[in-house]
């Protein structure tokens, strides 16, 4: 079985795993205090350009949404998301459970729209009976989205004014946030994203590393006090130099590290995927440049696919057709790529 469902279904890039290895025996204070963990911040502000962030390891996306998200809202607010977004659809609740409500807007892409965003805030702020209703205390997207889709440069600076206007902060979960970087069709930095953002984490669970997500905190509000969130959330990882040596791993080289080189892999193949898909005149559901694909595919294909192939069946478009999510990885290979492509 040759598996396109997601993109950690492998373990982890054998450099990273050799960094591990060859550090097994050092002793470090724990709780990322120790040196690699200093050294893997030193290097996100390089490449962040920003010396003034603060910066902070845990392991996986779900306890990086909660914790930013609950350390940030007072206890009558919510915060905005698409309905496709990630902490509205595959978190089981977690930020419902911290006593937060997920106020969705409907998205056709994944993408917030700036339009939607700004009504809902207007209506709130007019509402003659707000105090009754949830506040609007916070934007979250992702980028990429659950869709594969991306902001550009100018939709992400039209958020953040309305954020900024409104006097919430904007909250970016880059669980992918590498694959969105080397698409084709991006126009951001993480530079970029450092300053149009309050805050942000660069994900790497699902870009080569074991586990682990850098959370950078942007804006000096909400910098106070974070890691006794992280504690009480159960996110303050005990050897947390294993977060630590991963990002250094991943970021040693800066943009021409470890981090982009596994992000282009997997979006090259990714493309390939979707190039093939083309010529064979399926339609994709959306227009997605990175390691995800979605392409619309007759069900009795799909059901031959599935002989050889893991992969996810997203929507039903109609009787007869479903779009379907293939999904590339670090660890992809040219192989198993072309023949995914034969079997297409």
Same mark, same amino acid.
């Not at 970029?192 to 994900?203: E, P």
């Not at 294993?242 to 991943?250: D, R």
């Given at each position: 079985?040759?598996?396109?469902?997601?993109?950690?279904?492998?373990?982890?890039?054998?450099?990273?795993?050799?960094?591990?290895?060859?550090?097994?025996?050092?002793?470090?204070?724990?709780?990322?205090?120790?040196?690699?963990?200093?050294?893997?911040?030193?290097?996100?502000?390089?490449?962040?350009?920003?010396?003034?962030?603060?910066?902070?390891?845990?392991?996986?996306? !779900?306890? +990086?949404? =909660? @914790?930013?998200?609950?350390? &940030?809202?007072?206890? *009558?607010?919510?915060?905005?998301?698409? %309905?496709?977004?990630?902490?509205?659809?595959?978190?089981?609740?977690?930020?419902?459970?911290?006593?937060?409500?997920?106020?969705?807007?409907?998205?056709?892409?994944?993408?917030?729209?700036?339009?939607?965003?700004?009504?809902?805030?207007?209506?709130?702020?007019?509402?003659?009976?707000?105090?009754?209703?949830?506040?609007?205390?916070?934007?979250?997207?992702?980028?990429?989205?659950?869709?594969?889709?991306?902001? !550009?440069? +100018?939709? =992400? @600076?039209?958020?953040?004014? &309305?954020?900024?206007? *409104?006097?919430?902060?904007?909250?970016? %979960?880059?669980?992918?946030?590498?694959?969105?970087?080397?698409?084709?069709?991006?126009?951001?930095?993480?530079?970029?994203?450092?300053?149009?953002?309050?805050?942000?984490?660069?994900?790497?669970?699902?870009?080569?590393?074991?586990?682990?997500?850098?959370?950078?905190?942007?804006?000096?509000?909400?910098?106070?006090?974070?890691?006794?969130?992280?504690?009480?959330?159960?996110?303050?990882?005990?050897?947390?130099?294993?977060?630590?040596?991963?990002?250094?791993?991943?970021?040693?080289?800066?943009?021409?590290?470890?981090?982009?080189?596994?992000?282009?892999?997997?979006?090259?193949?990714?493309?390939?995927?979707?190039?093939?898909?083309?010529?064979?005149?399926?339609?994709?559901?959306?227009?997605?440049?990175?390691?995800?694909?979605?392409?619309?595919?007759?069900?009795?294909?799909?059901?031959?696919?599935?002989?050889?192939?893991?992969?996810?069946?997203?929507?039903?478009?109609?009787?007869?057709?479903?779009?379907?999510?293939?999904?590339?990885?670090?660890?992809?290979?040219?192989?198993?790529?072309?023949?995914?492509?034969?079997?297409?």
């Amino acid at each position: 079985m040759i598996r396109f469902e997601c993109d950690y279904a492998e373990g982890a890039n054998p450099k990273i795993l050799e960094n591990l290895i060859s550090t097994n025996l050092e002793q470090h204070v724990g709780y990322s205090k120790d040196s690699h963990c200093e050294n893997a911040r030193h290097l996100i502000k390089q490449i962040c350009k920003n010396d003034n962030i603060d910066v902070h390891f845990m392991v996986g996306g !779900t306890i +990086a949404n =909660l @914790t930013v998200i609950s350390s &940030i809202l007072a206890p *009558y607010q919510g915060v905005i998301s698409a %309905d496709t977004g990630h902490i509205n659809t595959h978190e089981t609740g977690a930020i419902e459970a911290t006593g937060h409500k997920v106020l969705t807007i409907p998205s056709s892409n994944g993408k917030l729209e700036t339009a939607k965003v700004l009504e809902m805030l207007e209506t709130h702020a007019n509402d003659t009976n707000a105090e009754h209703c949830v506040q609007p205390g916070m934007v979250y997207i992702s980028h990429p989205t659950e869709c594969g889709t991306t902001y !550009t440069k +100018a939709e =992400l @600076t039209a958020l953040y004014e &309305i954020c900024q206007k *409104y006097n919430i902060p904007l909250f970016i %979960d880059g669980a992918r946030l590498g694959y969105a970087l080397v698409s084709e069709n991006n126009d951001l930095s993480l530079q970029d994203i450092t300053n149009l953002s309050d805050v942000f984490y660069i994900g790497a669970t699902k870009i080569g590393a074991l586990f682990g997500e850098a959370v950078v905190i942007t804006n000096d509000k909400y910098k106070k006090n974070f890691r006794y969130m992280m504690k009480q959330k159960g996110g303050l990882l005990a050897k947390g130099r294993f977060l630590g040596i991963q990002f250094e791993t991943l970021f040693e080289n800066g943009e021409n590290g470890l981090y982009f080189e596994m992000a282009n892999h997997a979006v090259g193949l990714a493309m390939k995927i979707r190039k093939a898909c083309e010529e064979k005149g399926y339609k994709m559901l959306f227009d997605s440049k990175t390691n995800q694909q979605f392409p619309i595919l007759p069900k009795e294909k799909i059901a031959n696919l599935h002989e050889k192939f893991a992969f996810y069946e997203w929507l039903a478009v109609d009787a007869n057709n479903s779009a379907v999510r293939f999904c590339t990885s670090w660890a992809t290979s040219q192989e198993q790529v072309d023949e995914l492509i034969k079997n297409l």
